[in-house]
């Protein structure tokens, strides 16, 4: 079905657009912000780069129906990078595995197949999935925007496109 595709595509070039425009992001950071909290209760801007740059490999462990420990493990091993360099990497890489599992699935699986993650007792179409990926990595580079603007960056509208 072509119309499945055509949103299938729209969908994975946002996710993109979003992790273009992140890791264009990421790059502005200066080190000596890192430690940067918005608040107590809040991610630092360390942590929530981290968070953000694992969002396309984390979310595709969970639709994949892995388990809470292989997800932790990967999230143990994000944080081992240290540089923004491989953060960048990491994400980009995220992003072609999302791709690359989407694109390779049937029509039917992506709006049938349900998979259900190791913290809801629930499943989610495939579909779905790709929309929460979409919108979760979003959130926190809003979230990083944010906290840039905050710190004084020179970031505006125009660095989300």
Known sequence: MQGINELKEMLLEELELIVRTSTNLIGK???????YRPRENM??????????????????LILQ???EEEVRELEAEVASDHE???WIVRMKNGLQDVR????????????QKKTKPFYLDHGTVQAKWLIEIVTHAQHHRAQLFN?????????NMFNLY
């Open 29 to 35: 950071i200066s080190p000596n912000h890192l430690d």
């Open 43 to 60: 991610r630092s801007l360390h942590e929530l780069v981290l968070h953000l740059v694992s969002v396309p490999s984390t979310d595709l």
């Open 65 to 67: 129906e892995k388990s």
């Open 84 to 86: 923004p360099e491989q």
């Open 100 to 111: 690359s599992y989407m694109e390779q699935m049937p029509d039917e699986e992506f709006l």
């Open 147 to 155: 906290y840039l603007k905050e710190q004084g960056y020179d970031v």
